[in-house]
């Protein structure tokens, strides 16, 4: 990103935010049962919620206006490589690849594309956006921190690296962003 975006531009993103905050709060929280260690089912559980939290954030964003794309058609999947990605990261396995590719793949992939459009806000008008992504941010940190408890989260799986050449196809967690036309 170069500079603030437009009103269009931003809620299409944010949309994007919010799909995929939802698609880890349900593929986490449905994984969580079957893993094999109580710390990870423990922490699957709770991460899953804040990704529901952090998609309800998201959802105060996105405008309600006539003529405009209401939040249901804004939330939508940033492109069939991340949602493939994501059931990457959740497929059958072990506990310790699942942690490597969400702590050294996902959560670092997501938590630069925030920080990267937090960095492009625009003074008054973006006042509301900073707020959120600012306790987004911090909210994915604090989760990430706590899963380093259990796995290091270096990325370096055969399931972490699918899923970050998943990621880079997309390109991101969060797909490319709407450019004027």
Do not use: N
């Not at 531009?9 to 799909?19: F, N």
């Not at 109580?38 to 998201?58: C, D, K, P």
């Not at 970050?164 to 450019?179: K, T, Y």
Request: negative net charge; hydrophobic residues 45%.
């Amino acid at each position: 990103m170069t500079g603030p975006l437009t009103l269009q531009a931003t809620a299409d993103l944010v949309g994007r935010y919010r799909y995929v905050e939802l698609d880890l709060f349900a593929k986490l929280g449905g994984r969580a049962p079957s893993c094999t260690e109580a710390g990870t089912v423990v922490y699957l559980s709770e991460a899953s919620l804040a990704h529901g939290f952090r998609a309800a954030l998201f959802e105060t964003l996105l405008p309600v206006a006539a003529g405009l794309a209401g939040p249901g058609e804004l939330t939508r999947s940033p492109g069939r490589p991340l949602d493939e990605a994501l059931d990457a990261l959740v497929a059958e396995g072990g506990d310790e690849e699942l942690l490597d590719a969400l702590l050294g793949v996902v959560y670092p992939a997501m938590a630069a594309a925030y920080g990267e459009h937090l960095a492009v806000t625009a003074g008054p008008a973006d006042g509301p956006l900073r707020r959120v992504l600012r306790r987004v941010s911090s909210d994915l940190e604090a989760v990430a921190a706590e899963g380093q408890a259990l796995c290091a989260g270096r990325g370096g799986s055969s399931r972490a690296q699918i899923v970050g050449g998943l990621l880079e196809a997309v390109p991101g967690p969060f797909g490319p962003l709407l450019r004027p036309s």
